[in-house]
């Protein structure tokens, strides 16, 4: 992951980062083999920078966290969640520019 701010997320530590978090959580479901996934990765580090301390930012290889995979059915990927209080609050499949993230995550911080 390129940017610090991008937390790694996993079935172990998915409770403690995301569904207990106080703050917002932007989730990326993403895969190592994924070129679109690779694509948008600079973008989801864009969005981890401006964003810090106001929202979380990670991403979930699903390939080694095939549990949070199956739970959220993730069905393609890319896959961006927006998580607050613990619940999917908005989904995106797909590459999306930054901008139609930042809309939603600003909506949030209202």
């Known amino acids: 992951m390129a940017s610090d701010a991008v937390l790694e997320i996993t079935d172990a530590n998915f409770d403690e980062l995301v569904a207990q ?11 190592e083999w994924c070129m679109p996934c690779k694509a948008l990765s600079p973008t989801i580090d864009a969005l981890a920078d401006e964003y810090q301390g106001k929202i979380k930012v990670g991403k979930i290889d699903v390939e080694a966290n095939r549990d949070l995979a199956i739970k959220f059915q993730v069905q393609g990927i890319p896959m961006v969640v927006l998580f607050q209080n613990g619940e999917i ?17 600003d909506k949030v911080l209202v």
Not at 21 to 31: E, N, Q
Not at 89 to 105: I, R
């Open 21 to 31: 978090s106080d703050l917002p959580v932007l989730v990326d479901f993403w895969a």
């Open 89 to 105: 609050t908005k989904s995106w499949t797909g590459g999306y520019p930054k901008k139609v993230f930042a809309e939603e995550l």
